[in-house]
């Protein structure tokens, strides 16, 4: 994740705004703004993505090899995690989770018991997930009869955003890792004590491989064909050709040596 253009700081990721956000009055009493209301939903939200919990677009098979090691789907629900069924718990299962150690460390932030994390967190999903609410279209439901209503994010409701001075993100002090959203200052990810401050990735000078890489390279279509001793001669003078004039430009070529024993002195 860290190589990726997210990672890198050149693009950020976030749900839709679909509007006013669901009225959350424990919130508002710690003293956070709207704006922040928003960005933590995001942040929480995003935790879902990390972790997978995204349906599928029409003909995306999530079960094909490009997706390990995350292969799908993966549910998620309130409580309750089942790694053999790939369903996540919002809450933590046991201890703390990802989203419950952000919320706790927030928490202590704005001067509020760390302790309470779970009971603002479950407050939190029940707000977003109601079906009355905007952001219930951010979710894709499917009823299971055994295991109860599941959900997934629904990937047409992401938009990407390219990172600009207009357009920054957030850079961990500590840990280096981004984040496209900022509450108070306090870092996202797991158990890290570092605060977030504004960054954008340098225009010139970058000393960051990957991003040189994305910035720079020019990308070319590879057009490839297999050059083999079981193609005719006049095909296999076609192919040379076309490799010369550039409509081939990538060969691959197997040569296979044959020895005698009598000839290795064995």
Known sequence: RRISLEGVGLAAWRLRDLGELPLMPPLTALGLSRD????????????????????????????????????????????????????????????????SDYFGRLLAALGADPAKADDFLGGVFDALTHPTAVTAAWFDRTIDPVLGELLRLDPRMFEARLVSEAVGVWRCMVGRAGSSEDVRGVCPTYRCTGSLEPWVPADEHDDDHYRTIYRQLVPI??????????????????????????????????????????????
């Open 221 to 266: 279509p590879l057009s490839a064909m297999e050059h083999t001793a079981q193609w005719s001669t006049e095909r296999a003078a076609e192919i040379q050709q076309d490799f010369i004039d550039g409509r081939v430009n990538v060969l691959s070529c197997t040569t296979t040596f044959e020895y005698g024993f009598d000839a290795l002195g064995i």
């Open 36 to 99: 922040e209301i928003r960005a933590l939903c995001q942040t929480l939200l995003d935790s879902l993505r990390h972790q997978g919990a995204v349906a599928g677009l029409e003909y995306v098979n999530l079960k094909d090899e490009i997706f390990e090691p995350r292969l799908g789907p993966i549910y998620a629900r309130k409580h309750g995690a089942d790694a053999k069924k790939k369903i996540l718990s919002w809450m933590p299962t046991r201890g703390r989770n990802a989203r």
